[in-house]
């Protein structure tokens, strides 16, 4: 006699493709949320990966947060249906920060932590095709410490080697005061997404990278030349994305419109968004669609 | 209280093992601001001893805890985790909070000192990583230090090898030794557990930490007081809050929940997943531990929350329980402390066999006795610590039968008696090993069987003579003594009995004292069986 055993199938992963028990809330492998591929199943298109990237403290959770409440909110002519509750946290997290006139809590490194949307995005007047969009907020640390240590966090090189488009935010801020630190933080990702891609050394990355100088309300000049900027302050970044990657573009952006600080003792003075004044948000994002 | 030094160190025996001095490597992970240390912000290590190695810092980086890493979000929160290291190492780092959160976004800045330590180094703490901490307090590190220099010295640590009992029969005392005995299981196993608490879990941890080999602990991970996250790879999760988001996220996976708070909330309690992720809502193991209390509000039906690991009470599992049953905090520790090397379930088989028959003299009878002294008589163990507690274990068999033999009811002396010569025939060794015991029966059987007794006597002399020579010199020279001493009142008969048996003496006393009773004794049976021949009729 024999016995018939039923197994139920297990679900791969959409970022890193690891098996998974069919009723897993996040991947055992790369803690990537397994409603992504749940969604994207029954949505019956492929997803694509834009990431979000930079350093620590760049401001990547209120850009991403401030981009998809204004999608939802339909600027620039988008129609922005977010998938699942999951997906409207992170926004919701920074516009009420932001209303209470604080920055929201720095993202944790561990990826189980993450917040990430999935978004199905189309131009409303134009007619064209919808897009099914997965941003995830990385935390920086994590980013830095893969860099210097590739295959430590399995999340951010699936993640990366998976995205079809990045928005790379550096501080435009700090750049302008003439700190090296964005710079090489910049260098050292483009140089880890170019191992990533892995292409040869006479051809160049084809992925759109749209590079944000982001806080740029401290540093205005910065929104009259984005390149203009990044070339001068952030030399190397430039340098490399001319070498090694074939679809680049710069922009500048800031999302509070004026700051305060509050001194809790002269060593401990800390920055407090008055009001959000989103500016030079979208566009980067909608290049990068166009490139698609 | 936690981080007080245990009152007396393990090993006595080894009194200067304890004042050398440990090195340590160490390195700080925490975010910093950039006014403080140029070269990058957010959460790193910010600063390190030289002997920390790059694959180290990269181990230390996934599994430290970073903005909101602690359970308890308060200024005074405090946390663990110790994990092996891919190089060999163990790590032990112990985080707190270090004041608010210097870019002003909420929440307290973690603060982690994780120390490195070679497996030789980690055994002078006991194996115990809360004795590390210990240690660190002792020696002022535990505090955070938020400017420190980007190349640290190493820590030269005063090992610290005791165990805090008080603290851990709290944890014993509190109702739940079946929940422990679970997560013990289960961590026997090698498999990831969540176990929620009321506080950061480190006497929880230290209690079943305890109750595993050492050479199990040293590559068993723990984070007790961080929120749960995969990349720190625990196999023990001690967490005291974020639930509900931890029961979400390890929905579908095998991870074992035991809930063990005092007052667990109404939420809906998670699928408990067991072995090849199938069902295993397995009730505590209590057939193991003796009563149990549980906790106020969790009522006397099994606790679906505690997934047990082994559905068979397994050998380790059962001796856990008796030690704790018992109080024997320390003694558990120091045995633990000692399975250095193997910790395969047979090897803990074996162990945990060994030891619990040990146990059983306490309450064992003659025959009892004698039948767990002849299981291990032929046993030599598969390792050191085998060989010393089989050792020990025949040594109490021994000292049992002895005070058995001392105290048997006359009637039984003759079957006792009977079932110790047979064990002690066994081989020269056992017959040197239950000498003592033999001797009790000896002399109470002198008495009461002389015939037997000096039979007795010749084939102890016939199976021990080439390994206790000395031994028996003094055991035959005592018998004739007793039995010089005992046959005045012996009938012809026994007389005739005796003077035949001991003509069956192969081997005969040596030392002039000895042989002189044993002369004496047989010209006193032959004067007093002379005597009886001339008083006999005609």
């Not at chain 2, 007396?8 to 200067?16: D, G, H, I, R, V």
């Not at chain 2, 299981?185 to 009321?198: F, H, N, Q």
């Not at chain 2, 991970?221 to 196999?235: D, E, F, K, N, P």
């Not at chain 2, 679906?304 to 690991?309: D, H, L, M």
């Amino acid at each position: 006699m024999s016995t018939v055993t039923e197994e139920t199938p297990a679900v791969g992963c959409l970022i890193c493709e690891a098996p998974n028990p069919p009723d897993a809330a996040i991947c055992a492998n790369c803690s990537a949320p397994m409603a992504l591929i749940h969604d994207s199943v029954a949505q019956a298109r492929e997803p694509r990966i834009i990431s979000i990237i930079g350093d620590s403290n760049v401001g990547k959770t209120v850009y991403l947060g401030m981009l998809l409440d204004m999608l939802a909110r339909r600027v620039g002519d988008f129609e922005a249906i977010p998938k699942g509750a999951y997906s409207v946290h992170l926004q919701q997290n920074v516009v009420g920060h932001l209303a209470a006139r604080m920055f929201p809590p720095k993202t944790p490194m561990e990826a189980d932590q993450w917040y990430w949307a999935y978004y199905q995005i189309a131009y409303r007047s134009k007619g064209k095709a919808w897009f099914d969009l997965i941003m995830p907020d990385m935390a920086g640390e994590a980013l830095a410490a893969e860099i210097d240590a590739p295959r430590s966090h399995g999340v951010i090189r699936s993640l990366l080697h998976k995205c079809e488009g990045a928005i790379l935010l550096v501080d435009a801020a700090v750049a302008a005061q003439g700190s090296a630190g964005p710079d090489f933080f910049a260098l050292k990702l483009l140089s880890y997404m170019d191992n990533v891609f892995a292409v040869k050394r006479d051809e160049r990355v084809k992925m759109p990278v749209a590079v944000v100088l982001c806080k740029a309300d401290c540093c205005p000049v910065a929104f009259d030349d984005p390149r203009i900027f990044a070339e001068t302050n952030l030399n190397r970044l430039w340098n490399i994305c001319d070498s090694r990657f074939a679809n680049v573009e710069f922009f500048a952006a800031s999302s509070v419109g004026s700051l305060g600080y509050v001194a809790h003792n002269p060593q401990h003075i800390v920055s407090v968004p008055l009001h959000a004044a989103p500016r030079g948000i979208v566009e980067p994002f909608e290049w990068i669609l166009e490139q698609l | 209280m936690l981080l007080q030094d245990p009152p007396q160190a393990l090993c006595p025996s080894e009194p200067n093992r304890a004042c050398a001095r440990v090195h340590c490597e160490q390195a700080i992970f925490t975010s910093l601001p950039s006014s403080v240390r140029g070269g990058g912000t957010g959460y790193r290590i910010v600063a390190a001893s030289r002997g920390i190695r790059a694959d180290q810092r990269r181990d230390i980086t996934a599994r430290s805890p970073s903005h909101g890493g602690l359970c308890d979000t308060s200024p005074a929160a405090l946390a663990m985790a110790c994990y092996p290291l891919s190089g060999g190492q163990y790590c032990v780092a112990y985080s707190t909070s270090a004041g608010a959160e210097h870019t002003g976004r909420g929440g307290q800045t973690v603060y982690t000192r994780a120390i490195v330590v070679s497996r030789a180094d980690f055994r002078r703490f006991g194996c115990n990583p809360l004795n590390m901490v210990r240690a660190l307090e002792r020696a002022g590190h535990a505090a955070p230090d938020l400017a420190p220099a980007p190349m640290l010295e190493p820590l030269e640590l005063t090992p610290v090898s005791g165990v805090r009992s008080d603290v851990v029969a709290a944890v014993l005392g509190s109702g739940a030794r079946a929940a422990l005995l679970s997560v013990v299981a289960t961590l026997l196993d090698e498999r990831p557990l969540i176990v929620v608490v009321d506080d950061a879990g480190l006497a929880l941890a230290e209690t079943v930490y305890l109750a595993l080999p050492a050479a199990l602990r040293m590559r068993t991970a723990l984070a007790c007081g961080l929120r749960y996250s995969s990349a720190r790879g625990a196999h023990l999760n001690c967490i005291s809050g974020d639930v509900a988001r931890t029961r979400e996220m390890l929905r579908g996976h095998p991870i074992a929940w035991v809930d063990l708070r005092q007052r667990p909330d109404s939420e809906p309690r998670p699928p408990v997943q067991g072995r090849d992720g199938q069902s295993a809502l397995i009730s505590p193991p209590t057939s193991v531990g003796g009563s149990e209390h549980r906790p106020p509000g969790r009522g006397d039906v099994p606790d679906p929350n505690v997934c047990s690991a082994s559905p068979v009470p397994d050998g380790w599992l059962k001796l856990v329980a008796d030690q704790w049953s018992r109080g024997q905090i320390v003694e558990l520790a120091s045995l633990t402390e000692r399975l250095a090397e193997d910790a395969s379930p047979a090897a803990r088989t074996r162990i945990s066999r060994i030891v619990l028959d040990t146990e059983r003299f306490s309450s064992a009878d003659a025959s009892e006795a004698l039948k767990i002294v002849r299981d291990y008589l032929d046993l030599a163990g598969d390792n050191d610590t085998e060989f010393e507690l089989i050792e020990k274990l025949l040594i109490a068999g021994q000292q049992r039968l002895s005070a058995q033999m001392a105290s048997a009811e006359p009637d039984r002396i003759r079957a006792i008696g009977a079932g110790l010569m047979e064990v002690a025939q066994q081989s020269p060794e056992a017959t040197a090993l239950l000498l003592p015991a033999c001797r009790k029966l000896l002399g109470r059987a002198a008495a009461l069987e002389p015939a037997l007794t000096a039979r007795w006597a010749a084939l102890l002399m016939q199976q021990a003579r080439p390994v206790t020579a000395a031994c028996l010199e003094e055991l035959l020279s005592e018998m004739a003594e007793r039995l010089f001493e005992s046959m005045g009142a012996l009938s012809e008969a026994q007389l005739v009995a005796l003077r035949e048996a001991l003509t069956e003496w192969q081997v005969l006393p040596d030392s002039p004292t000895g042989a002189a009773r044993l002369n004496r004794l047989m010209g006193a049976i032959g004067a007093r069986l002379a005597g009886f021949s001339q008083e006999a009729p005609a």
